[in-house]
Structure formats: C-alpha cells, structure tokens
C-alpha cells in the first residue's frame, strides 16, 4: 500500500500564493505519476493538475493554467502544487492522488486514480 500525506494548506487572502506537498510512504519502490484534485464546498471533486513519472510531462486543468504549477520533489513520489493568484473559487479541499495510467489523459480521472491523500484544505479569502 502506498499512503499519501498532504501538507501546506491554510487560510490566505486573494492574489497571495501558496505551495502544497504531498509525500508518500509505504509501497514506495515503485515511481508513480501522480495529480492534484480538489473539491470545493458543495461541489463535485475536479481535476486539478498531473505529471509524469519521469516529471517531462505535465497537464493541467484549462481553468488553471499560468496559476498553477505541479512539479516533482526530489524524493521519489513526492509532488508539489504551486499555486499563485489565489481567488477566492480556489477555495476547497486539496488532494494528492497517485497510480495512474498517463497515457490518454489517464491521469485527469479520479477514477483512474489508485491511491489518494485525505485532503488539505485552501480557504483564499477576499
């Protein structure tokens, strides 16, 4: 089993920026692509960012494009979500998934996902 911790979330106010980590354990010998989701109050979870298992290759969500930046960390399975420009719509819970078939966009499903975090929670104020 592969457990995912994400850390980073708080309370900011619009335009501020705010990174967000998420660090594996566990089945961990093995390098995962992995994605944020995101899942705001009343709303259904949507596709947030992905990358590669090698991190050459990225996708984001169109929404979010030029705010957001996923990148890989050092550690294997270890991911980042860098988030500027925050808005007060970027307000939701955070979650780090991992274990998806890149190919065909695999990745941007949650349903393509094997294995998730429980969540960190962004709230941008106005």
């Known amino acids: 089993q592969v457990q995912l911790v994400e850390s980073g979330g708080g309370l900011v106010q619009a335009g501020d920026s705010l990174r967000l980590s998420c660090a594996t354990s566990?089945?961990?010998?093995?390098?995962?692509?992995m994605a944020w989701f995101r899942q705001a109050p009343g709303k259904e979870r949507e596709f947030v960012a992905a990358i590669s298992r090698t991190g050459d290759s990225t996708y984001y969500a169109d929404s979010l494009k030029g705010r957001f930046t996923i990148s890989r960390g050092n550690a294997k399975n270890t991911v980042y979500l860098q988030m500027n420009s925050l808005k007060p719509e970027d307000t939701a819970v955070y979650y780090c998934?991992?274990?998806?078939?890149?190919?065909?966009?695999?990745?941007?499903?949650?349903?393509?996902?094997?294995?998730w975090g429980k969540g960190t929670l962004v709230t941008v104020s106005s």
């Open positions: 566990g089945r961990t010998s093995f390098t995962y692509a």
């Open positions: 998934a991992a274990g998806c078939p890149w190919s065909s966009g695999g990745c941007t499903s949650g349903s393509n996902m094997n294995y």
